[in-house]
């Protein structure tokens, strides 16, 4: 293989682990999850739930955050402010502990 397809091949390896999968956006007569406008206040009842995937996409929909992290312990984290990012903090046993926008 020549060294320039070795080299695509890996630049789009490292894009595509960039990626990153969203839940539905919800029903139609909702506002709009990717609005962009994270609201973390009602989402708080899922600290203490499991962060199991219905549960992770109920509170990406009810944020109405565009985008979704789930932060486990340890994990090092970029420091930017978005104001579309939903942070839901996860302990070692995959349980909800803190949900913040930004």
């Known amino acids: 293989m020549s060294p320039r397809i070795l080299l695509c091949c890996l630049a789009a390896t490292v894009l595509a ?3 990153s999968v969203q839940p539905a956006p919800g029903k139609p007569d909702e506002r709009a999850a990717a609005s ?3 609201t ?20 990406w929909r009810e944020s109405h955050g565009g985008l979704i992290r789930p932060i486990a312990p340890n994990q090092a984290v970029t420091q930017d402010y978005r104001a579309d990012r939903v942070n839901v903090v996860v302990d070692k046993d995959n349980v909800i502990t803190r949900i913040y926008c930004g």
């Open 17 to 19: 682990a960039c990626s």
């Open 36 to 38: 962009g406008e994270c």
């Open 40 to 59: 973390a206040e009602p989402v708080q009842w899922a600290i203490g739930q499991p962060a199991s995937q219905e549960v992770m996409g109920k509170v």
